[in-house]
């Protein structure tokens, strides 16, 4: 009766630690921070900002549509 209670409780301990380093391995994992969004700068006040919060204009991001009306408004051809 020995033997089978020193199997079962190795193949507790066995599945015990299998669990907790499953569960350490996927915190760890999920600690690491994201990639980095690439960042744009206003082409109007030079603030950096992640480009999927960037207005878009041709060739140039800006912060805010009131930026890139400002920019616009200063680079104006005519
Ligand atoms: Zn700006």
Do not use: W
Not at 20 to 32: D, G, M, N, V
Request: proline letters at 4%; hydrophobic letters at 40%.
């Amino acid at each position: 009766m020995f033997i089978i209670r020193l199997i079962i409780l190795v193949v507790l301990i066995s599945a015990v630690v299998f669990v907790y380093r499953k569960l350490t391995l996927r915190k760890s994992r999920a600690s690491t921070a994201p990639a980095p969004a690439s960042m744009k700068k206003c082409s109007h006040c030079g603030i950096h900002l992640p480009a999927n919060e960037a207005v878009e204009y041709q060739q140039h991001f800006f912060c805010s549509q009131q930026h890139k009306d400002l920019y616009l408004n200063d680079h104006r051809d005519d």
